[in-house]
C-alpha cells in the first residue's frame, strides 16, 4: 500500500529533527570518549582536531593507578556502599509496601500521605541533624554511615514504588494460597516477590544508580582520603597547576560504565517494572 506524500513528508521531517536533536546530545559525550583515548597533545586544542588521531588506553591505565587518588580505589569504595545501600532498604521497603497494598490499619492512609511528603524533602534540610547524629553514633567517616543515610533516604520513594506495582498484582493465587494453610510472610516471599521481580529489580537499578552518583552525602560523611567513594575522586584528578583531560575523562567514562553495566544487563525486567508500577489497581 503506498503512503500518502504527506504522510511521508512528515516522517522524513520528524525523523531528521529526531536524529539532528539525538546528534546534538551526543556532542558532549563524544568528545569526553575522545579526550579519554587520544594522548593530551592532540586534544589540547580542541578534541573535534583529528589530525593527528592517535588511540591510546594510557589514560584509563593512568586514571585507574593514580598515585593521588586511583579510581580503582573510588570504585572499589562506591560498591561497597552501593550494593548494601541498595538491598537493605529493598528489602525493609517491599515488606512495608505489601503491608501498605493488601492489609487495613489505623491512620494507614495518613501514614503513606506522610512517606509521600519525605519523598519531597531536600537532602540540604537533613544535612546538619544527619552529621551531628552519625557523630553521636560513632558512625562519621565510615562506610556504615553513609550505607544507613542512603538507606533511609531510599526507603519512601521505594515504598511508594513497589505499593504501586503490589497492588496491580492479581490476588487469585495469594488467596488460594491462604486457602491452602500457608502463613502471609509464606506468600509474601514465596509466591508475592517472585511475581513482583521486575519491580524489584526496577528499584534497585534506580536505587543503585541514585547511591553510585551521590557526591553531596559522601563529601559530607566521608572525610578520610582512603575512603573517597568514584565521585569524591573524579574533581580530585583535576590536580593544582594542571589538568590532565585525558586522565580525567578517562576516569569519568569508568565511573559511568557502572551503572549504564547494571542497566543493560537487566533492561528487560526494568522497562517491564517501570511499566507495572505505574499501573495501579
Do not use: C
Not at 487495613?104 to 519531597?120: E, G, N, T, W
Not at 557523630?135 to 562519621?140: E, I, Y
Not at 517472585?194 to 537499578?205: E, F, K, N, T
Amino acid at each position: 500500500m503506498d503512503i500518502p506524500k504527506y504522510k511521508l513528508r512528515k516522517y522524513i521531517v520528524s525523523t531528521s529533527i529526531a536524529w539532528f536533536l539525538g546528534l546534538i546530545w551526543l556532542i558532549p559525550f563524544i568528545g569526553v570518549l575522545m579526550a579519554s583515548i587520544r594522548p593530551y597533545t592532540e586534544i589540547v586544542g580542541g578534541w573535534w582536531h583529528f589530525s593527528p588521531f592517535t588511540i591510546t588506553l594510557k589514560n584509563f591505565v593512568n586514571a585507574f593507578n593514580h598515585p593521588m587518588f586511583p579510581i580503582s580505589e573510588g570504585l572499589k569504595n562506591s560498591l561497597i556502599i552501593a550494593i548494601p545501600s541498595t538491598i537493605i532498604p529493598l528489602l525493609v521497603a517491599a515488606l512495608a509496601a505489601y503491608a501498605f497494598a493488601r492489609y487495613s490499619f489505623p491512620i494507614k492512609h495518613y501514614l503513606f500521605a506522610f512517606i509521600i511528603f519525605l519523598m519531597a524533602l531536600p537532602q540540604q534540610m537533613t544535612i546538619v541533624p544527619l552529621y551531628f547524629l552519625l557523630r553521636n553514633l560513632h558512625l562519621l567517616n565510615k562506610f556504615q554511615g553513609l550505607i544507613l543515610v542512603h538507606s533511609a533516604w531510599g526507603l519512601a520513594w521505594i515504598i511508594f514504588f513497589m505499593r504501586n506495582y503490589f497492588s496491580m498484582l492479581p490476588t487469585d493465587v495469594e488467596e488460594a494460597a491462604k486457602i491452602d494453610g500457608a502463613s502471609d510472610f509464606k506468600i509474601f516471599y514465596k509466591i508475592v516477590l517472585p511475581m513482583a521481580l521486575p519491580g524489584l529489580i526496577s528499584a534497585a537499578i534506580l536505587q543503585f544508580t541514585w547511591v553510585w552518583s551521590d557526591f553531596f552525602l559522601a563529601l559530607v560523611f566521608l572525610q578520610n582520603p582512603e575512603k573517597y567513594v568514584a565521585t569524591q575522586r573524579l574533581p580530585l584528578l583535576r590536580g593544582q597547576y594542571f589538568v590532565d583531560w585525558g586522565v580525567l575523562t578517562a576516569a569519568s567514562i569508568m565511573v559511568l560504565l557502572v551503572p549504564l553495566l547494571v542497566y543493560a544487563l537487566f533492561q528487560k525486567y526494568y522497562i517491564s517494572g517501570m511499566i507495572g508500577w505505574s499501573t495501579e489497581k
